[in-house]
């Protein structure tokens, strides 16, 4: 089997548990975008992994990792990550491989978000600051763009460095007023990534190739979240790339028919970090009690993530655009001990009703939600096994929403543990 992992909400849907677990039924796993921006958290036994650019399959000393050519990598990040491994005896040697096409964050990227954003002031979009933005959009110009493969001509790649860094001093100069950079600053430290990068990196769409036709079975980690996707999430705030689904074929150079399963991860309710519509959320009592309890707060940014209450509306519509075939639910256990729980399953728009997601600002600042009202549970759910030793009303709570988003439910998360999933 080869499956594909996305978020189906604003991401932390916990994609990371979910690659993890299904990890262990796969050989390789591939990020296909997206950059330092995301933090996908692994738990085993009392150890927490954060992975931010790494394939989660990474900590599985088995597991082939590839980076693929729609990720924006930040060398920087990536030999943090690699260092942070091996200080738990976890090796990459040998299984990791990363895209030649590739491109590049580097420092100049994090500095062109941060001081972008600073000078939107209360319309910034909140981003990561990781240089998600200004490189993709260097990717997108093509005339300033750094890719892995630069590593391996330096002569060729200073001549680069000096040419950007004309540019973006310029820039900087009129936009920001702000202090210029230095070229060669910038090319001793990629001297230093080329040592560190070049043995990893490769034509990651031929080995992926040759993969499929050796038998081999790929698992395709998402990043951020199909809400945040640049052409179908809540533009303009989402993030750079194709979150949804719909980037794996792009990002990694595989077609989507060779996935036999597209999985969807969903909170049991909402959260986002950063600016945006947020039709169900709860910028009260409820929301700061599902903050607490599920330790909302973010694993790249430890920013305080808004909380709300599910939104199927936005599941449904992250499922319809993506294709995808069955749904992870997790973070049931967060809602337990709530009186009762609500489940948005439609918006009006304008006096009038509808199912369908508006990916438009502008019909986005008139939803009301319509909302389920469900019975809540008090057991501690934390160590069930089965789905039928579910207090019935999390029975209920699972079984509503699984009729609401029209796919299988497949698997069910009782907290953050590699252990606490309910298998259907
Ligand atoms: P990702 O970006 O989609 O991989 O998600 P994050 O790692 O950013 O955020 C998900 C958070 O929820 C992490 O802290 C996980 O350890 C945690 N988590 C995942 N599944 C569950 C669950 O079922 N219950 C609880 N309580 N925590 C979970
Ligand atoms: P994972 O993979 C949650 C959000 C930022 C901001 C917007 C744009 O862990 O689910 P960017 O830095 O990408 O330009 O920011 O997107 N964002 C995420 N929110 N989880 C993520 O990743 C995110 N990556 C970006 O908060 O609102
Ligand atoms: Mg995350």
């Not at 943090?80 to 299984?95: A, F, M, P």
Request: glycine share 10%; net charge negative.
């Amino acid at each position: 089997m080869n499956y594909c992992v996305t978020g189906l909400q604003w991401g932390d849907e916990g994609k990371g548990k979910v690659v993890d677990i299904l990890a262990e039924k796969t050989d390789i796993v591939v990020r296909y975008s997206g950059g330092a921006n995301a933090g996908h958290t692994v738990v085993i036994g009392d150890t927490r992994f954060a992975l931010h650019l790494l394939p989660s399959g990474s900590v599985r000393a088995d597991t082939i990792c590839v980076v693929g050519n729609g990720v924006v990598l930040d060398p920087a990040g990536v030999i943090v990550e690699i260092e942070t491994l091996k200080e738990k005896d976890i090796s990459l040697d040998g299984r990791l491989f990363i895209s030649e096409n590739a491109h590049v964050v580097l420092d100049y990227h994090k500095d062109e978000d941060r001081l972008r954003e600073e000078s939107l002031g209360k319309n910034k979009i909140g981003t990561t600051n990781r240089g998600i933005g200004p490189c993709y959009s260097d990717k997108i110009g093509r005339s300033y763009a750094i890719r892995m493969a630069d590593f391996a001509d330096l002569d060729r790649l200073k001549e680069k460095l000096n040419k950007i860094v004309v540019y973006k001093n310029k820039l900087f100069a009129a936009l920001y007023k702000a202090e210029p950079i230095s070229a060669d600053e910038i090319f001793e430290k990629c001297k230093k990534y080329a040592e560190v990068f070049l043995p990893f990196i490769t034509d990651t769409s031929e080995y992926l190739h040759n993969a499929i036709n050796a038998d081999k079975s790929l698992l395709f980690e998402g990043a951020q979240g199909a809400l945040l996707d640049l052409d179908h999430g809540t533009f303009p705030f989402v993030t750079s790339s194709n979150a949804s689904s719909l980037g794996m074929p792009a990002g990694c150079g595989v077609p989507a028919k060779f996935v036999d399963e597209f999985v969807g991860v969903i909170k049991a309710y909402s959260t986002r970090v950063g600016a945006g519509p947020f039709p169900t959320e709860q910028n009260n009592e409820i929301g700061d009690t599902i903050r607490e309890k599920g330790h909302e707060y973010g694993t790249t940014t430890g920013r305080p993530r808004r909380c709300g209450w599910l939104d199927t509306v936005a599941s449904a519509y992250s499922i319809t655009i993506g294709g995808i075939d069955s749904v992870v639910l997790l973070h049931l256990d967060t809602l337990s001990g709530m009186d009762e729980l609500k489940v948005c399953k439609a918006y009006k728009i304008d006096g009038k009703e509808t199912t369908f997601f508006p990916a438009n600002e502008a019909k986005l600042s008139k939803v009301e939600c319509v909302y389920d009202t469900l019975a809540g549970w008090d057991e501690d759910i934390s160590a069930v096994e089965k789905f039928q030793d579910l207090p019935a009303n999390a029975q209920k709570y699972v079984e509503a929403v699984e009729k609401l988003v029209g796919k299988p439910i497949k698997m069910i998360g009782i907290g953050p543990k590699r252990s606490q999933m309910i298998i259907r």
